[in-house]
């Protein structure tokens, strides 16, 4: 246990103390010494890479200062076998076929204050792939089709983790045919004139299975059906791996479970197959404390409490309130996930919310309403999600305000001032192609809504908005996410759009700014946000490695924001004679930030940070550069 951690000259004198009537007392005196560090890593033999290149592969570490939180570079034999292990990958997945380490010679200073590692290594050639071939002993396995799964083609640089997802991709399409325990080994042959491996991949023959049955481990919390009813596969369905690794992310994607495997087992019969579920439970109950402000003065606090598996039934309850000096907001919602015990999604939400803008517009807004809701899934991959709401918007201006100013930016206020009864139903259409519905690092998701009002009420509009995410994984710390979205709003029955009904983007939807769009810039008013009908947004985001460990749990990520917003009705963006108004902008001006956002799941939960830079704005926009929220769990 010392040596393990650092501890390599410690040590144990058992002692034994007599005690009467036959009885001794074993006493153990330890002294456990000084940590032993790792004075230094060299590497002999080495030529393609440099000694710096080769210390970053390696968990063992050099001690340094700034290595304060960590104990990697304490001196650990059974971390070192690991890291001989490490360096055989990184130079197999470079082309190295033939790379072994030779030696690995620790040395113990003569102070024993410090070991030095020196590590001799033999590089060998660099190899590509020669021939790539399929053999299968079973005739409905078709090696020609098999042949095309595989991420391997003639020529291309040697890679051992391309064997090791090609041996993946054979396994999964062979489970995916109903064979759940065929055996895929490849065979290796090296070509030292030509540097070439050639491999051959041989399935070997293993009949059709059934499942069983079905095993739920680890559910210390949710229901046994909650799980069950996420699952693709019931006991006497056919094997299909496809369908087993959807329900693994169906479960992961609840968000209830640290961790969910789905492996199978042999079952009662040869042709039988057991599929063990375990899972890990997580905290699903979430308190949520968060605090942003900006440039222009704009505070904010919230209190949330979430419940995401409430009584273990998988259903969610969602309680809000936000305060601060600009809005104040009450939400209620509560989701079913199974409503009537079909693939349903149901819930019901209540809210009551206040915008006081009169820091910074001329205006305050009152919402008061309540909506039904009902979701259900087209396929494995889309979903599609209805909605009604009735509220009541009330938009109200300080006195006077209106009383024959004459002012365009009053006008294009005080005609929409009172309340407004908003009757809408709405769709959302949802396709989700990730890899995976938590850290997804490949595919893409897309949805569309629309909102149509005038089922009854005071409003008449149709509301469209579209967003597009796609994924890539460079590698697994370095992962590219691209996001565009597009919104346009438009009246029918000769009815305008409302202040309240328009897009307004800025904070998380675009970092950097307050909010971006037309502006009232009559003197006398506080450059009032108009919103618009329309906006076009994209946002580039790139995870990348921080230096710091795992467990950590800090997560970084650069990005940019582009876009616009912006069209006005005409009556809004012209005066009385029909020409242009000066005191309304509304251009379509590109907007641009850059910055760095930093994600740390903290012991008392998660806090997130965005320091924003802006590249291009208009001289009227009103920015925000820095962000922070954080939640606790329970």
Not at 144 to 152: A, N, R
Request: negative net charge; charged residues 25%; hydrophobic residues 35%.
């Amino acid at each position: 246990m010392y040596r393990l951690s650092g501890r390599i000259s410690a040590t144990v004198t058992p002692k034994i103390v007599q005690l009467d009537q036959n009885r001794v007392d074993v006493v153990f005196e330890i002294n456990e010494g000084p940590e032993t560090g790792v004075r230094a890593i060299t590497f002999l033999g080495n030529s393609a890479y440099s000694d710096s290149d080769l210390r970053e592969v390696m968990v063992t570490q050099q001690s340094a200062w700034y290595r304060l939180f960590t104990t990697n570079d304490n001196y650990d034999p059974n971390r070192l076998d690991y890291d001989r292990e490490q360096l055989r990958k990184f130079y197999t997945n470079r082309g190295y076929y033939d790379f072994r380490v030779l030696s690995a010679i620790s040395e113990l200073a003569p102070d024993d204050s410090a070991f030095g590692i020196t590590l001799t290594l033999d590089e060998g050639d660099r190899y590509n792939f020669g021939t790539v071939d399929v053999v299968t002993e079973n005739d409905r396995l078709n090696p020609d089709f098999l042949k095309l799964l595989l991420p391997i083609r003639t020529g291309d640089l040697y890679e051992s983790d391309k064997i090791e997802s090609a041996v993946d991709a054979l396994t999964f399409a062979a489970g995916s045919a109903g064979y759940a325990f065929v055996e895929i080994e490849p065979t290796y042959r090296a070509n030292p004139e030509t540097d070439t491996v050639d491999v051959t991949f041989n399935v070997k023959e293993g009949q059709r299975v059934y499942v069983d049955r079905i095993n739920v481990i680890g559910n210390t919390r949710t229901l046994d059906n909650v799980i069950r009813r996420e699952m693709m596969l019931t006991e006497g369905d056919a094997f299909n791996r496809t369908l087993l690794e959807r329900s693994r992310n169906n479960l992961r994607a609840l968000g209830f479970f640290k961790d969910v495997t789905v492996e199978e087992a042999r079952g009662t019969a040869p042709d039988r197959s057991l599929v063990n579920v375990t899972v890990t439970e997580q905290p699903t109950g979430e308190l949520s404390v968060g605090a942003g402000f900006s440039s222009v003065d704009s505070f904010v606090v919230n209190l949330g409490i979430t419940e995401r598996n409430f009584r273990g039934r998988g259903q969610n309850v969602v309680a809000r309130v936000e305060w601060g000096s600009l809005r104040q907001q009450i939400d209620f919602r509560f989701t079913e996930p199974k409503f009537l015990g079909r693939d349903l999604r149901a819930g019901f939400d209540a809210f009551h919310s206040r915008y006081d803008l009169s820091e910074y517009s001329s205006y305050d807004y009152r919402s008061t309403g309540a909506g039904l809701r009902l979701s259900y899934p087209l396929n494995g991959y889309t979903l599609l999600s209805t909605r009604y709401f009735l509220k009541s918007d009330e938009i109200i201006v300080p006195d006077g305000y209106c009383s024959g100013s004459g002012r365009q930016g009053a006008s294009a206020l005080c005609d929409q001032v009172g309340s407004f009864l908003n009757s809408s139903a709405g769709y959302t259409l949802l396709v989700d192609r990730r890899n995976d519905p938590v850290r997804p690092t490949r595919g893409w998701t897309g949805t569309l809504r629309q909102d149509f009002a005038g089922v009854g009420g005071d409003v008449n509009y149709i509301k469209s908005e579209a967003d597009v995410s796609a994924y890539w994984g460079i590698t697994p710390s370095w992962v590219v996410t691209a996001t565009a979205s597009v919104g346009y709003i438009a009246g029918w029955g000769g009815d305008p759009i409302r202040i309240n009904d328009r897009f307004f983007k800025g904070g998380n939807s675009f970092r950097g700014f307050e909010t971006i769009g037309p502006r009232d810039l009559t003197p006398g008013t506080n450059n009032d946000a108009l919103g618009g009908n329309f906006y076009a947004i994209g946002t580039l985001e790139m995870t990348v490695p921080n230096g710091l460990p795992e467990e950590y749990g800090i997560r970084t990520s650069v990005f940019t924001d582009v876009g616009t917003l912006g069209v006005l009705d005409d009556r809004y963006t012209t005066n009385a004679s029909g020409l242009p108004n000066a005191n309304i902008v509304d251009d379509l001006a590109m907007r641009a930030s850059a910055g760095v956002s930093i994600h740390w799941r903290s012991p008392m939960g998660p806090i997130r940070f965005d320091l924003s830079q802006i590249i291009g704005q208009e001289e009227y926009d009103k920015t925000e550069t820095f962000r922070f929220s954080t939640s606790t769990q329970f």
